[in-house]
T-cell receptor, first 113, second 111 residues
Framework: GAVVSQHPSRVICKSGTSVKIECRSLDFQATTMFWYRQFPKQSLMLMATSNEGSKATYEQGVEKDKFLINHASLTLSTLTVTSAHPEDSSFYIC?????????FGSGTRLTVV | GDSVTQMEGPVTLSEEAFLTINCTYTATGYPSLFWYVQYPGEGLQLLLKATKADDKGSNKGFEATYRKETTSFHLEKGSVQVSDSAVYFCALSFNNNDMRFGAGTRLTVKP
């Protein structure tokens, strides 16, 4: 079946630095990638939708300049958390719709210290 | 807008007990409905889905029926195991657009 590989699974970074999270579709082409954020013991909240070759669409309240999304190819979408702060600590998950339905990455736990 | 409301947890059951997690939705039209499971520290895994009214999704002993008349998609399992302990999310989606999730229900099964 379809697989989305998400890396890194865990990352700890210092406040003020940037972190890049990658999601790759391994055996299918992902023209769209959804990026979600999950706070502890809460549900997933859609942050943005990336589309290959065009600008990402951000949900209301999500800072575009802080959460940079790039979807440069049909198999790779990246989320960069710029100038990270402790409040950005969260679990980030990507998801791609495809022939077999939605496929989720395994998630990235970001901790900003 | 489209939304999903699911039963608040946490839910604690003994092994072999019957499980029901309620889920209702609000949507214009007829979305596809899903149940996802999230084990500690992991991403989401699709548990089951239904794409039209009266469809029953089933997997690993779990079942849910798409009820248009009550706009519900309740998750059930006749006999839970310790390994079923996880967080369960109900979700809806239209035509490969973004998915809307419920708040999640944490299930703990005790031996």
């Amino acid at each position: 079946g379809a697989v989305v590989s998400q890396h890194p699974s865990r990352v700890i970074c210092k406040s003020g630095t940037s972190v890049k999270i990658e999601c790759r579709s391994l055996d299918f082409q992902a023209t769209t990638m959804f990026w979600y954020r999950q706070f502890p013991k809460q549900s997933l909240m859609l942050m943005a939708t990336s589309n290959e070759g065009s600008k990402a669409t951000y949900e209301q309240g999500v800072e575009k300049d802080k959460f940079l999304i790039n979807h440069a190819s049909l198999t790779l979408s990246t989320l960069t958390v710029t100038s990270a702060h402790p409040e950005d600590s969260s679990f980030y998950i990507c998801s791609a719709p495809g022939e077999y339905g939605y496929t989720f990455g395994s998630g990235t736990r970001l901790t900003v210290v | 807008g489209d939304s999903v409301t699911q039963m608040e947890g946490p839910v604690t059951l003994s092994e072999e007990a019957f499980l029901t997690i309620n889920c209702t939705y609000t949507a214009t039209g007829y979305p596809s409905l899903f149940w996802y499971v999230q084990y500690p520290g992991e991403g989401l895994q699709l548990l089951l889905k239904a794409t039209k009214a009266d469809d029953k999704g089933s997997n690993k002993g779990f079942e849910a029926t798409y009820r248009k008349e009550t706009t519900s998609f309740h998750l059930e399992k006749g006999s839970v195991q310790v390994s079923d302990s996880a967080v369960y999310f109900c979700a809806l989606s239209f035509n490969n657009n973004d998915m809307r999730f419920g708040a999640g229900t944490r299930l703990t099964v005790k031996p």
